[in-house]
């Protein structure tokens, strides 16, 4: 026996038609360098409809790859929706990857057009020759002075929808299943995979960041996504900010810690995220604006240090909550909100359960295997494993088949890499990558927990931990640190620090002082590029 329910797609028209229709007054706000502007989704939506023809006219097939170059902006949410609700897909293209990895990325998807912004110009064009599907490139004014190129395929974004009719009527996506957008992985070691999200799986996981124990997104709400929106659909927001009807902010090409706080004080920002090293760049100003209307500060990307988050909380009355996934999972796939079994903790203990990764948010199933032998892990808090995940809006494979299927299982979950344990209640607390951890004496030591430890040291900015070979003990931990500005410390004083903190046998066998700790495109530790630094660094 069949539902007798409509059969209708769930898919990102719904989603413009929504916003257009009932939260046509609500502002869409952009930082830029001729300063701040704002707009209404009512005039957001008419520029959306311009931009569908626009596809049209410029003879993107009808699942072209659009790719955007683009900071946080509403032009980029044009895009946002323009391409999937025209049955095209949405390519967002990471600002901060080498050339080489660009290049490879825009071939590999087989991208048609690139929207770029002006800014960024310089940064694209050089490559632009090796780009060989690419027809057209269409620059987005944004104040900046950069050179625009005197070329055919050259065009001004706004010259183009203003030579554009709206599209008239309502979009429609027969297939929800059919591709909505593509991001690329940024991971360190070999070309980035491809992974395709559906119609079905962003409004799916759209619907999740409205929830109460998700982001809690609403009408009412103030949002400003810092987090990329060239990576991993900027976690969602976006989509979700439409879906409730929020206010939205965007802060542009303007990353700095100042910047971003201006906007959040002057905005009355109520939700906003980031990764870890975001939130430690200002945390320093914290006390230089009026942040009382901030509710919910996202942090996601990494495991962020518990000393950071409970900072957060002495000074503004609210921690970092903390969310984990990848470009895999959409990425949302937990998240640390409180649950009522915290309520008779201490407050020592509340301080753990808000540095952990929280539990997974509805219809996202996890599990914890042993890499060696495949063994499922209870979830008791003692035991770690590998975190499988499976759902809705989890990737079943990369796009082209890239990498052979190694990271998914027979039973078809996705193989994550990332290690955790987790308790009853199933509260991830993330150990490290798979290939982070160091192996000393046939016992692991989790380098993110340690890099948490010596975090916690007041004149102490950053710190990575890197495994390094040892003649008896196979690998042992080398401290890579960051003193924060005017400060001296000693490698003995580290020591001493972590002492009482944690085992003796996860104490450093040696710490190394740099001036910062490098990081991947979307603001990670990059650890490989430290085992490059530090090769041949021996532990005797």
């Known amino acids: 026996?069949?539902?007798?329910?409509?059969?209708?797609?769930?898919?990102?028209?719904?989603?413009?038609?929504?916003?257009?229709?009932?939260?046509?007054?609500?502002?869409?706000?952009?930082?830029?360098?001729?300063g701040v502007q704002t707009t209404t989704i009512a005039d957001w939506a008419v520029r959306v409809r311009r931009l569908a023809t626009a596809l049209d006219r410029l003879g993107i097939s009808s699942d072209g790859r659009v790719g955007t170059f683009c900071w946080n902006t509403a032009a980029h949410l044009e895009l946002y929706m323009a391409a999937p609700c025209t049955g095209r897909v949405l390519h967002t293209l990471n600002i901060r990857l080498f050339p080489e990895q660009l290049t490879y990325i825009a071939n590999h998807a087989e991208d048609?057009?690139?929207?770029?912004?002006?800014s960024l110009l310089p940064l694209l064009w050089p490559h632009q020759d090796k780009m060989e599907t690419v027809k057209h490139f269409v620059v987005i004014e944004d104040g900046a002075d950069a050179e625009i190129p005197d070329d055919p395929r050259?065009?001004?974004?706004?010259?183009?929808?203003?030579?554009?009719?709206?599209?008239?009527?309502?979009?429609?996506?027969?297939?929800?299943?059919?591709?909505?957008?593509?991001?690329?992985?940024?991971?360190?070691?070999?070309?980035?995979?491809?992974?395709?999200?559906?119609?079905?799986?962003?409004?799916?996981?759209?619907?999740?960041?409205?929830?109460?124990?998700?982001?809690?997104?609403?009408?009412?709400d103030v949002v400003m996504p810092i987090v990329p929106m060239f990576h991993a659909n900027a976690w969602g927001l976006p989509y979700g900010c439409l879906l409730a009807g929020s206010t939205i902010v965007f802060p542009g090409p303007n990353m700095t810690p100042k910047a971003i706080l201006e906007l959040l004080a002057a905005h009355k920002v109520t939700v906003t995220g980031g990764v870890p090293t975001i939130w430690m760049g200002a945390?320093?100003?914290?006390?230089?604006?009026?942040?009382?209307?901030?509710?919910?500060?996202?942090?996601?990307g990494s495991a962020a240090p518990k000393s950071l988050s409970e900072a957060y909380r002495e000074k503004l009355g609210i921690p970092l909550l903390h969310a984990w996934g990848m470009t895999e999972t959409s990425p949302i796939a937990t998240m640390s909100t409180p649950r009522s079994h915290h309520d008779e903790l201490t407050e020592d203990q509340r301080a753990n359960s808000?540095?952990?990764?929280?539990?997974?948010?509805?219809?996202?199933?996890?599990?914890?295997?042993?890499?060696?032998t495949g063994e499922e892990m209870p979830w008791d808090d003692e035991h770690t494993g590998e975190i499988h995940a499976a759902g809705p809006w989890i990737a079943k494979e990369y796009y082209r088949g890239e990498g052979g299927g190694a990271q998914y299982t027979e039973d078809g979950w996705l193989r994550t890499g990332d290690v955790a344990a987790a308790d009853r209640y199933g509260y991830l607390r993330l150990v490290d990558r798979t290939k982070d951890l160091v192996k000393s004496g046939g016992e692991w030591i989790s380098s993110v927990e340690l890099e948490n430890e010596i975090m916690a040291h007041p004149k102490i900015a950053e710190a990575a931990v890197i495994a390094i070979p040892h003649e008896r003990w196979v690998e042992r931990p080398l401290a890579c640190v960051v003193l924060k500005p005017g400060e001296t410390l000693?490698?003995?004083?580290?020591?001493?620090?972590?002492?009482?903190?944690?085992?003796?046998?996860?104490l450093p066998d040696a710490v190394e002082f740099i001036d910062e700790v490098p990081k991947?495109?979307?603001?990670k530790f990059s650890k490989k590029t430290l085992r490059d630094k530090f090769a041949g660094y021996t532990s005797s």
């Open 354 to 372: 808000r540095a952990r990764q929280g539990q997974s948010v509805p219809l996202v199933e996890l599990r914890l295997v042993d890499p060696d």
């Open 112 to 118: 048609e057009i690139v929207f770029v912004d002006r």
């Open 520 to 523: 991947t495109s979307v603001g």
């Open 283 to 300: 945390l320093p100003l914290l006390g230089d604006y009026d942040l009382s209307h901030l509710r919910t500060l996202l942090c996601g």
């Open 154 to 220: 050259v065009l001004d974004y706004d010259r183009l929808l203003a030579e554009s009719e709206p599209f008239a009527g309502r979009f429609h996506v027969e297939d929800e299943n059919s591709a909505a957008a593509m991001c690329y992985t940024s991971g360190t070691t070999g070309n980035p995979k491809g992974v395709v999200y559906s119609h079905r799986s962003t409004v799916l996981h759209s619907l999740i960041s409205l929830t109460a124990d998700a982001a809690g997104l609403s009408e009412r």
């Open 1 to 34: 026996m069949l539902g007798l329910m409509q059969d209708r797609p769930l898919a990102l028209p719904h989603v413009f038609h929504r916003a257009e229709q009932l939260f046509g007054h609500k502002q869409i706000v952009t930082a830029t360098a001729d």
């Open 490 to 506: 000693t490698a003995e004083e580290v020591i001493e620090f972590l002492t009482p903190r944690v085992a003796k046998w996860w």
